[in-house]
């Protein structure tokens, strides 16, 4: 069945460094791929999607990019603030929502 | 309100004992999900439904039991509560499945003793 794996953490990085979230899938197909992020004792909410090949998803200085020849879906961000810290999880959806573990970042001042 | 909303937020049942988290949205959206979350394992679909008195199992439905009788409600029923079903339960909705995202609630926190 389809999969999602990201990288484990938890990452920590000072404020404005460079972040990379490590994101593949295994799917049947070429489903849309997402990334949410939940703040500390929040629901989750979407940060950005791509719903085909080579599409970029970008939001509040993220982005990630559907790549279909290394079936990877990789966050990225050039500075990294304080108020990025959450836990980050990439899914994908086919008729149900299949979410990776998730990474917890945390971001020193 | 406008949205999805979970009840109650914080629960402590006993171990045995029947318990029904409840989740509400205003949307119409179509397809539900209930997920519980839990330290190393992420998000675990329980059940999900794609349309009222639709119900699909998830990849850990034993001990659960879902129904949707409207389309704005999708109860989650633990029949006899067990302590490994301690965890937060998240309730999500979507308007449709291929590329579009899904709604989350709040989360209800559910501790077997």
Redesign the interface.
């Known amino acids: 069945g389809n999969s999602v794996t990201q990288m484990e953490g938890p990452v920590t990085l000072s404020e404005e460094a460079f972040l990379t979230i490590n994101c593949t899938y295994t799917a049947t197909g070429y489903?849309?791929l997402?990334w949410y992020v939940q703040y500390p004792g929040?629901?989750?909410?979407?940060l950005l999607?791509a719903?085909k090949a080579d599409d970029k998803g970008s939001n509040k200085g993220f982005e990630a990019t559907y790549r279909k020849e290394t079936t990877s879906f990789h966050l990225e961000k050039g500075s990294v603030q304080v108020s990025d810290s959450a836990v980050y999880?990439c899914a994908l959806?086919?008729?149900?929502?299949?979410?990776?573990?998730?990474t917890r970042l945390h971001i020193l001042p | 309100d406008a949205g999805i909303t979970q009840s109650p937020r914080y629960k402590i049942t006993e171990t045995g004992r029947q318990v029904t988290l409840m989740c509400h949205q205003t949307w119409s959206h179509s397809y539900m999900?209930w997920?519980r979350q839990d330290l190393?394992?992420?998000?675990r679909?329980i059940y999900?439904s794609?349309a009222a008195d639709i119900t699909?199992k998830?990849e850990v439905p034993d001990g659960y039991v879902v129904s949707r009788s409207k389309t704005e409600n999708f109860p989650l029923t633990l029949e006899s509560a067990t302590r490994s079903q301690t965890s937060v339960y998240?309730c999500?909705s979507?308007d449709s499945?291929?590329?579009?995202?899904?709604?989350?609630?709040?989360?209800t926190r559910l501790t077997v003793v």
């Open positions: 489903p849309s997402f929040e629901g989750l909410q979407l999607k719903t999880f959806r086919d008729d149900k929502i299949i979410f990776g573990k998730g | 999900f997920y190393g394992h992420g998000l679909l999900y794609a699909d998830g998240f999500a979507s499945r291929d590329n579009t995202e899904a709604f989350f609630g709040q989360g």
